[in-house]
């Protein structure tokens, strides 16, 4: 088996509740987020898949939520914009886009960084 990375950043707002004092006021992140997938099988280039496919289905969900209120998103209106589901978001996207895209590779997990120290890990099931 074989595990991909890439890393990527956005910008974005968000009000939790439920959590404690500071997390119910409205405020943002810079977001660090890790997408992994993974494979068995190498192509005749000896790659699973090129980064650069990855990157671009990556890039596009991103794209949807940087700068933006995350409360007020579609996917964000029955659940918490929490930093859970926001890697639980990214991961079920990219792992349809990448269903499509590159046969064979799954999205295994993806990371939301908070901050330099904090961190929520969803893991998809294969």
Request: hydrophobic residues 45%.
């Amino acid at each position: 088996m074989f595990e991909l990375k890439i890393i990527t950043r956005f910008a974005a707002a968000h009000q939790l509740t439920m959590v404690g004092e500071k997390c119910e006021n409205l405020h943002g992140h810079n977001w660090k987020i890790e997408v992994c997938i993974k494979g068995k099988e190498l192509d005749q280039g000896g790659v699973l898949v090129d980064f650069g496919i990855i990157k671009q289905h990556v890039k596009e969900i991103i794209d949807a939520i940087d700068h933006q209120f995350l409360n007020e998103l579609p996917f964000f209106k029955n659940r918490p914009a929490s930093s859970e589901n926001i890697a639980y978001y990214i991961a079920t996207e990219a792992n349809q886009r990448l269903a499509l895209a590159a046969p064979g590779v799954i999205v295994s997990r993806v990371s939301a960084w908070e901050s330099e120290d904090s961190c929520a890990t969803y893991f998809l099931r294969a």
